[in-house]
């Protein structure tokens, strides 16, 4: 196996894992793995660091560690509403309130599949990228009714600007985008993802929270306090343990950041992006679909005011991010590179042209933090790999 992505011959491997050794020196990051692939084959793979919260663990991360995949779950139900249009079940011009009552009535009528998909709805942004605001849609949820409160609850919060004005990163857009697919399909969004594209993919090992299985215990990633009781839980209890935990907001669509997955299975995914939107011989999306990916969605002049950023200029795609160099200083990537972060932080990044899908994980030290080496510098030394 070629273990060199630079033409110059130097190991993209022994880049990365000196940049990963050094930020768990730091106490930035606790443990790090990735997975790197050119033209469909992996050419490079390593994991580094404990597998447990808290110092002295006993289990070591490993290529095969599960690990919540967190809101890169968004581009794999993105992938799942550009299925629906392509079969000719939706448009992602369509109202969101075709599909779903409330929604319907202003302020929200305006509101399109495409804003939900591109965080520029106005509902309620995700918690934590406006501190001074309160975002609190939960308490609006009556727990004898889950299923038929959450989205009055999600609306109680209203709209924060006029849909397709703003960049607001919104969870509850895409566990909306979630009730859609339930909507038009009469199953589960997440029967429907793991039936169109999980499985098609080779994604044996990628499921929801729930839908743990007794031999995967020991593979489970604890990278936060609550990771550890449930850990501990599920050994006392078995499966049951995790099932319980999630029961609660079955109710609500988890397509939003739902999944559990390997860096191999991760990569799968991304491959197939890379070979045309095919895996395995099926056709999964598109060449239209990947487009829109890659390319600008938003409206001229829509700026991210997330996350203290103040107002600077974005692009956006269907469902994921998209690279161009005028908007995003800190990265040194490819154009139409296609990326999405999940919080923790892991990471998947293509690039259709350079034939390249990677995939990495790197838990920072303390939940309270984020640093952008893990995530930032990482893309930007294995894209450098390529052009040297």
Request: hydrophobic residues 35%; aromatic residues 10%; proline residues 4%.
């Amino acid at each position: 196996m070629d273990e060199h992505l630079c033409k110059t011959g130097q190991s993209v491997t022994e880049d990365l894992d000196n940049h990963f050794h050094k930020l768990i020196g730091q106490r930035k990051i606790r443990s790090a793995s990735y997975c790197i692939a050119r033209n469909g084959v992996i050419v490079s793979c390593h994991a580094m660091g404990d597998m447990d919260l808290g110092d002295g663990g006993k289990r070591e991360i490993n290529i095969d560690t599960i690990f919540e995949i967190q809101s890169i779950t968004k581009w794999i139900t993105a992938a799942a509403i550009l299925i629906l249009q392509e079969r000719g079940e939706l448009s992602l011009q369509d109202q969101a309130g075709h599909y779903m009552d409330g929604l319907n009535q202003p302020p929200f009528s305006e509101i399109t599949i495409l804003h939900l998909l591109t965080h520029t709805s106005g509902l309620v942004p995700l918690e934590g990228t406006f501190p001074d605001r309160d975002l609190d849609w939960q308490s609006y949820v009556d727990e004898s009714d889950v299923a038929g409160s959450w989205i009055p609850a999600v609306l109680k919060r209203g709209l924060s600007h006029r849909p397709g004005s703003r960049w607001e990163y919104s969870m509850m857009g895409f566990c909306l985008l979630g009730e859609v697919i339930a909507r038009i399909t009469g199953e589960r969004a997440e029967d429907f993802i793991r039936r169109e594209i999980l499985l098609p993919c080779g994604m044996k090992e990628t499921h929801w929270k729930w839908e743990t299985k007794p031999e995967w215990a020991e593979q489970y990633q604890i990278r936060t306090e609550r990771h550890r009781q449930q850990y501990a839980l599920a050994q006392r209890q078995g499966e049951r343990a995790w099932i319980d935990y999630c029961a609660g907001w079955r109710e609500i669509p988890e397509t939003a950041g739902g999944l559990m997955s390997t860096l191999h299975d991760v990569i799968r995914f991304g491959n197939m992006l890379v070979e045309g939107g095919s895996s395995g011989g099926k056709q999964i999306l598109k060449e239209s679909s990947l487009l829109l990916f890659e390319e600008n969605q938003l409206e001229p002049g829509v700026k991210d005011f997330c996350w203290g950023h103040g107002g600077v200029p974005f692009v956006y795609g269907a469902g994921c991010a998209c690279y161009d160099p005028a908007y995003e200083k800190e990265l040194h990537l490819g154009k139409h590179t296609m990326y999405h972060e999940g919080t923790g932080p892991c990471m998947l990044m293509v690039n259709r042209k350079e034939k390249l899908a990677a995939v990495w994980d790197a838990p920072f030290w303390s939940e309270q933090e984020w640093y952008a080496e893990p995530v930032r510098d990482t893309a930007n030394i294995i894209w450098k790999c390529l052009e040297e």
